[in-house]
């Protein structure tokens, strides 16, 4: 099966959520006796709802009994708007999971720069999943690189959503492709030196910010994800990966996704 493949190549971190349809119940089926670490996420929550300590603890206790696991890893919250992740109430729920042993970490996924300070601050918040890739580099720059913070940091659309080697996609989905390609122009002088492909160029460049604890990648290919393990065994000399963060610490309104539309 799928996940057995998938952990004999050496895969041991999940990161799934009650929005993605059945992935609870099939990693539950095939995972739960594995020594596997796996995040959720909680859904559906709203602004000054007393009740929401109580939704999140059902919502836990869910998943938890889809994928047969006793606790999660890390417990994400599925919404990142401020009003969220400062409200009292939804801060008060995850004191109360981690008190009964349902969640060892919780965490953020955030968009923003103002969203990423606020979890950096708070005492609520263990890991923050933030946007990088070749293209940006603002919250590295920003929050992890030469910095100091206890927290665990978790890098997600490390591709851009697919937009960075998925030319239709590209097209489709993301209405600043120019400004990409354009991005992209400006940097070929460094990729063409290294004498990779470009997937292999932009996967080992995140994979050598060794400040990240782990990215979060999907796919549904078993000769895929050789491949991006083989792109994390690259090492690119620690100057380009500094040029490269210093080329796209600048934050621009097109590597947002919220803006695609």
């Known amino acids: 099966m799928f996940f057995e493949k998938v952990i004999n190549i050496g895969i041991n971190k999940f990161d799934t959520s009650p929005r ?10 095939y995972l739960s006796k594995k020594n596997t670490y796996v995040s959720s996420k909680i859904d559906n929550l709203s602004v000054n709802d007393f ?23 890390i417990c994400y919250l599925h919404q990142n708007e401020i009003e969220i992740l400062s409200d009292p109430y939804i801060q008060e729920g995850i004191k109360e999971l981690k008190s009964l042993n349902l969640i ?22 263990d890991c923050i ?6 293209a940006d580099t603002s919250f590295y720059a920003r929050f992890v690189k030469n910095q100091k913070i ?22 489709k989905l993301f209405r600043y492709s ?26 080992s ?7 990240i604890d782990h990215f979060i990648i999907g796919s549904t290919s078993i000769e895929n994800i050789k491949n991006n393990i083989k792109c994390a065994e690259i090492k690119l000399d620690p100057q380009l990966i500094n040029q490269l963060v210093d080329h796209g610490k600048e934050l621009k309104k097109w590597t947002n996704p919220r803006n695609w539309n």
């Open 205 to 211: 460049f995140v994979f050598g910010l060794k400040e």
């Open 150 to 171: 206890n927290k665990i940091f978790v890098g997600r659309s490390i591709l851009l959503q697919g937009a960075l080697i998925e030319s239709n996609r590209k097209k």
């Open 129 to 134: 999943q933030i946007p990088i890739n070749i």
């Open 20 to 29: 993605y349809g059945r992935s609870e119940e099939l990693m539950g089926r």
């Open 51 to 73: 009740n929401s300590p109580k939704k999140m603890i059902d919502s836990v206790k869910n998943s938890l009994k889809r994928m047969n696991k006793d606790f999660l890893d």
């Open 178 to 203: 120019n400004e990409l390609n354009n991005y992209l122009n400006k940097i070929n002088y460094l990729y063409k030196k290294t004498g990779l492909s470009n997937i292999e160029f932009y996967l």
């Open 104 to 125: 060892k970490k919780s965490g953020a996924s955030v968009y923003t720069l103002e969203e990423c300070d606020y979890c950096v601050n708070n005492d609520s918040y």
